[in-house]
């Protein structure tokens, strides 16, 4: 199980982000979604120590990845019955979507933001994830009016099979940020193979 905050997340949390069904029924869609450079796994200490205080709980409202070009609405997730974390409806391509039982971002803790790769129709919210740079903003604005600025720190792929749990959910000290859409290998067969995860800490509010 994956645990997030106080509740236990099953391990299919992620893996229906995205399906790849536009690349099999469009013939000139012929490339799967950029996938993080080895480089942009390896954060910077000095980097990663230089952070902000954390924020009063305030549900978050909208994700901006300025160097992606990224600008979406933000739903609230929960769980299915199943006990894995719901994701948001496939139909809107730019939308993401944020676990609203565990911590907001902005808080002490870390915070969980899932989106698709992509649609039946094409590239959707999180297409461009796995491009994201060590050092580019996140911006989430949040339902009291105020906007949380994160740093990445690191972009990684990891395949389904040995999907690393306690680094991704696991609690943070400080006020911390995941980022998860459907990424690594892509097969025909079985759809895309693993997930990328944006790692990011609050380095400011506005």
Known sequence: MRRVGDTAIAAVTVVAL?????????????????????AEGRPDPGEERLGAG????????RIRIPSIRVNAPL?????????????????????????????????????????HVDNAEGPAVFYDLGALKRGAAIEIDRRNGGVAVFTVD?????PASAFPDDKVYGAAPRPELRVITCGGG???????????VVFAHLTGSR
């Open 75 to 115: 739903t609230g997730l929960g769980l299915t019955p199943a006990g894995s974390l719901d994701v948001p409806p496939a139909g809107n391509k730019n939308l993401a979507g944020w676990y609203e039982a565990g911590t907001t971002p902005g808080e002490t803790g870390t915070a969980i933001v899932a989106g």
């Open 18 to 38: 995205g399906s790849g069904t536009w690349l099999l029924a469009a013939p000139d869609a012929t490339h799967t979604p950029p996938q993080p450079a080895a």
């Open 154 to 158: 690191a972009v990684e792929v990891y």
């Open 54 to 61: 954390a924020l009063a709980p305030s549900p978050p409202t």
């Open 186 to 196: 892509y097969s025909k067969a079985t759809g895309y193979q693993g997930n990328v």
